[in-house]
């Protein structure tokens, strides 16, 4: 039952996100690269404005750190029955109670223990982040010389090189993870929590034609040579698991 309820608690907290992450809709295939020398200079002119280096610092540095607080407050807050949906919990078994209610029986510190977590995490992925950071600018490079041309370019940077224009650049990324956008984001959630045994019931209607996955005792004997070697361990190593899964 512990675990169910958790595993309510992080799909609830990853739906609250996820308007954030995808607000933009996903990206066609990668154009040809633009090669225009006065085009890719403008861009790279544009991106220090809107994405400055250090920029996922910032935002992993004290930003997601409030943006993730705010969000578990309020996953904790919600009712159970709205939670039952992705747990696998029957709601009509369920009382009134929230999850902060339930939690504070299991683990009275487990508001500090996700805290500790969420600031270790991102602590720990700054760094990583940072790496990468010189190949996200070179990809926004050539995204924004693909979508506007060197005049348009010329007119963005023109406002980005006043005091408004770079404030607002310098912030633009972050903006959509402001306290007071997630605060209106997290009623996604409870939406979400509502709608997903009907969601759920859709994806099995439509995926009902599929064939059922088949389990180890379906595979053949290449089957299951090829599946040890990419599980990196022997046959005999994979058929003693697989007896073991069989058992319990």
Known sequence: ??????????????????????????????AAPVTDPAR?????QTVDYVFPAGTYARLMNGTLDKMMD??????????????????????????????????EIYDPAFKQRMQISTRTMM???????????????????????????????????TFFATPTGKAYAA?????MMSPEVMEKMQAFAPKLMEQMPSIVE??????????APRSYTDLSKNEKARLAKLLGISETELEKSEKAKAAQ
């Open 1 to 30: 039952m512990k675990s169910a309820f958790l595993t309510a608690a992080t799909a609830a907290v990853l739906a609250s996100t996820a308007p954030a992450w995808a607000a933009e809709p996903a990206a066609p295939a990668a």
């Open 40 to 44: 890719i200079a403008a861009a790279r």
């Open 70 to 103: 705010s969000i578990m407050d309020s996953t904790m807050k919600m009712p159970l029955r709205q939670l039952a949906g992705l747990s696998g919990v029957d709601p009509g078994q369920l009382g009134p109670a929230s999850l902060a209610e339930i939690m």
């Open 123 to 157: 602590s720990e992925m700054i760094p990583l982040m940072t790496q990468v950071e010189p190949d996200v600018r070179a990809g926004l490079t050539q995204a924004y010389a693909g979508k506007y041309t060197a005049a348009q370019l010329g007119e963005l940077n």
């Open 171 to 175: 912030d633009s990324y972050l903006i």
């Open 202 to 211: 859709k994806v099995k209607a439509a995926s009902a034609g599929l064939p």
